[in-house]
Nanobody, 121 residues
Framework: QVLLVESGGGLVQAGGSLRLSCAASRTIFSSNAMGWYRQAPGKQRELVAGVSIGGVTKYADSVRGRFTISRDNAENTVYLQMNSLKPEDTAVYYC???????????????WGQGTQVTVSS
């Protein structure tokens, strides 16, 4: 059973923008905080951004001011708008969901399949 489905990854030049989407089932979306993680080759998976059910957000220092996370409650979708992309943003990006919010930020319960983002220099 696929609960989280990501889309929007791709290849972009440095300085460009991409928007990732993650569609969730209504049950998952309405009762969980949502977020994005990423994993670059040879590196551990890291939190990129999270948003609580109430809209409280958290960002990794490396993306703050460039990325924006948002959730559309009508569409059961969470977005990650990524601007001013850098080559070091290259990674597989994973949608995640969990409750409570603090668990999303450390060890989420639900994961998407991942979408590749590649930023060329």
């Amino acid at each position: 059973q696929v609960l989280l489905v990501e889309s929007g990854g791709g290849l972009v030049q440095a300085g460009g923008s991409l928007r990732l989407s993650c569609a969730a089932s209504r049950t998952i979306f309405s009762s969980n905080a949502m977020g994005w993680y990423r994993q670059a080759p040879g590196k551990q998976r890291e939190l990129v951004a999270g948003v609580s059910i109430g809209g409280v957000t958290k960002y990794a220092d490396s993306v703050r001011g460039r990325f924006t996370i948002s959730r559309d409650n009508a569409e059961n979708t969470v977005y990650l708008q990524m601007n001013s992309l850098k080559p070091e943003d290259t990674a597989v990006y994973y949608c995640a969901a969990s409750t409570p919010y603090v668990k999303l930020l450390t060890r989420p319960d639900y994961w998407g399949q991942g979408t590749q983002v590649t930023v060329s220099s």
